[in-house]
Nanobody, 116 residues
Framework: QVQLVESGGGSVQPGGSLRLSCAAS????????MGWYRQAPGKQRELVAR???????NYADSVKGRFTVSRDNAKNTLTLQMSSLKPEDTAVYYC??????????WGQGTQVTVSS
């Protein structure tokens, strides 16, 4: 089974940028549905951005125009480029993969803190 490992989290000031990466231990070319969720303290996990079947992307309204999700099937990686970060973007970010006919796979999460 594919395993996912996130990296790139950290602390940044408001208005700054971060790039999160999610490295898969195996091929992701057959997994259309992949993306990112986040969970802030005391809040439910929420969808941030994702790829759907057909390669289209969806974004949470709160991150549209600021975040960009991308994937490189040759390198088995999923990336979340985040810019114009706000304090409310502070959360643990999780990447996931939803392979056909199999349980959803989650990474371990990476902390993003936006604070002055």
């Amino acid at each position: 089974q594919v395993q996912l490992v996130e990296s790139g989290g950290g602390s940044v000031q408001p208005g700054g940028s971060l790039r999160l990466s999610c490295a898969a231990s195996g091929s992701i070319s057959g997994i259309s549905r992949m993306g990112w969720y986040r969970q802030a303290p005391g809040k439910q996990r929420e969808l941030v951005a994702r790829f759907t079947i057909g390669g289209t992307t969806n974004y949470a309204d709160s991150v549209k125009g600021r975040f960009t999700v991308s994937r490189d099937n040759a390198k088995n990686t999923l990336t979340l480029q985040m810019s114009s970060l706000k304090p409310e973007d502070t959360a643990v970010y999780y990447c996931y993969a939803d392979p056909p006919g199999r349980p959803i796979i989650w990474g371990q999460g990476t902390q993003v803190t936006v604070s002055s």
